[in-house]
């Protein structure tokens, strides 16, 4: 069983370019969530989905940033017009439920480098 | 005041020793704590999970909450070389994918 699955797992972009983030989570999981971490930071909630809903959103940034999890196919973060200060390490979590007893697995990470 | 407060370290320590990692918290609502294990360039992998107070043990890591206090701690005994890592702290009041973490503590053990 493939844990969760991010790519890419390193992608450069130019400032006022997009940048697509993908994250398959777990066989079964249906809940997914995304995190940033800046240089010496810790991890910073941006979204939590399920399978074509966003439940919480209020980590994102309210501009440029979006994300959505489809019936079919990964979960995407999107960035458009990324800006040198989008540099980070962005994670995907997923989880079976949301109950206690349910550990949510992170996947390796995309980092990414606006130059 | 932060929501999660956490020494970034570095800390260094000899093969062998206890280790203990420390966060306080300010959000009384906060009922899940959790510690995390990050090598570098990798994700997060969960180490210790504990609703609300009392403490947990799994071999070599015991984790201890203590709500009234807002303070939870992770011991590591006999630690190891490959203990070396970056531990961070994390805690929720609900659902557990929406985390707040802590910003780490560097560990290094030293052969």
């Known amino acids: 069983n493939a844990g969760v699955m991010q790519n890419p797992r390193h992608l450069v972009r130019r400032r006022g370019q997009e940048a697509r983030l993908r994250c398959s989570p777990m066989?079964?999981?249906?809940?997914v969530y995304w995190y940033r971490q800046l240089p010496e930071e810790g991890l910073k909630f941006m979204v939590y989905?399920?399978?074509?809903?966003?439940?919480?959103e209020s980590g994102m940034p309210k501009e440029r940033f979006s994300a959505e999890f489809p019936k079919e196919g990964p979960s995407i973060l999107r960035i458009q017009q990324v800006v040198r200060g989008d540099s980070a390490a962005y994670f995907c979590?997923?989880?079976?439920?949301?109950?206690?007893?349910?550990?949510?697995?992170f996947g390796q990470g995309t980092r990414l480098t606006v130059v | 005041q932060k929501e999660v407060e956490q020494d970034p370290g570095p800390l260094s320590v000899p093969e062998g020793a206890i280790v203990s990692l420390n966060c306080t918290y300010s959000?009384?609502?906060?009922?899940?704590f959790m510690w995390y294990r990050q090598y570098s360039r990798k994700g997060p992998e969960l180490l210790m999970y504990?609703?609300?107070?009392g403490n947990k043990e799994d071999g070599r890591f015991t984790a201890q909450v203590d709500k009234s206090s807002k303070y939870i701690s992770l011991f590591i005994r006999d630690s190891q070389p490959s203990d070396s890592a970056t531990y961070l702290c994390?805690?929720?009041?609900?659902?557990?994918?929406?985390?707040?973490f802590g910003k780490g503590t560097k560990l290094s053990v030293k052969p």
């Open positions: 504990t609703y609300s107070s």
């Open positions: 979590a997923s989880s079976l439920t949301t109950t206690r007893d349910t550990e949510a697995f």
């Open positions: 959000n009384s609502a906060f009922q899940y």
């Open positions: 989905l399920q399978k074509e809903n966003i439940i919480d």
């Open positions: 066989k079964g999981h249906s809940h």
């Open positions: 994390a805690m929720s009041g609900g659902s557990q994918g929406n985390l707040i």
